[in-house]
């Protein structure tokens, strides 16, 4: 019967949406994540009639029966989360649309809302680095090298990044490198916070500070976009919808028993 195989997708589909909300669900504490969606589309039909309408008579409807569901894609939503004070020195949230750019040790670009930086302390100075030891770009696509002496690290709203040094002179050490896509859906995941562009995303576009629209929060990470309440909610209803499912399968095999059972 076409409806316990139709029903097996079904049950493969939901299941699919629920390993979509457990990983929103087990990232609710990871900073700049953004929540994700699963999308489905119908499989192929059989037309078993097609309409036909001659001189005003016949079928003005197809007769069709449909085999299933099958996952479509994944939608991230890149609404802003909250912005959690963390008073540490070096760490920074965006506050509106933007990434950060980050180096990897082969020298791929990859793109960040993770703004948790450390230092790296080579020789006599010391650069801005992810929690993996990436290097975090500037706008001149350089390391941001803080020297030995310099303190009070002062980030502004714009992502210049000045310092004091042992004078009391304010040394301009660079601005964050913060770039934007026409189409951030278009990003793929690659783990760590990171994300690299693609052929839908388009290429990076740098913001000038002149044109930005966002602001940096120094002392401040964004928090996850997760809404629990929400990810709980569809988790309900994609239960609901794969029990249906399982007892559609019950259901087609209790008619299976019937036929098989009349010639008796």
């Known amino acids: 019967m076409r409806s316990m195989w139709t029903a097996a997708i079904g049950m493969r589909g939901q299941q699919f949406n629920i390993d979509t ?19 489905f589309k119908d499989l192929l039909y059989t037309n078993m009639r097609r309409n036909n309408i001659v001189d005003d008579q016949g079928r003005p409807v197809n007769l069709q029966v449909g085999h299933g569901v099958m996952p479509a894609a994944t939608k991230k939503s890149f609404k802003n989360g909250s912005l959690i004070e963390s008073k ?12 950060f750019a980050i180096q990897l040790p082969n020298g791929n670009i990859r793109y960040t809302r993770d703004g948790s930086f450390k230092l790296s302390v080579e020789g006599n100075s010391k650069r801005l680095v992810t929690s993996e030891g990436y290097r975090v770009l500037s706008d001149t696509n350089n390391d941001i090298v803080i020297r030995d002496g310099l303190r009070d690290v002062t980030i502004d709203q714009m992502g210049n990044i000045t310092a004091k040094d042992e004078g009391d002179n ?33 290429d ?3 913001i000038a500070a002149n044109e930005m629209e966002s602001k940096i929060a120094q002392g401040y990470l964004e928090a996850s976009n997760v809404e629990v309440v929400d990810e709980m909610v569809k988790m309900i209803s994609a239960q609901r919808a794969y029990e249906i499912s399982s007892k559609v399968i019950h259901t087609s095999d209790e008619m299976l028993q019937l036929i098989s059972n009349l010639k008796r």
């Open 170 to 202: 304010t040394v301009n050490l660079g601005r964050f490198k913060l770039v934007r896509f026409i189409n951030p859906e278009g990003l793929l995941n690659e783990g760590s916070n990171l994300y690299s562009a693609t052929v839908a995303s388009g």
């Open 88 to 99: 540490g020195e070096y760490d920074v949230g965006i506050n509106g649309e933007g990434f």
């Open 21 to 39: 909300i457990a990983n929103n669900l087990s990232n609710v504490n990871t900073t700049g994540y953004k929540t994700q969606r699963a999308e």
């Open 204 to 206: 990076e576009i740098p």
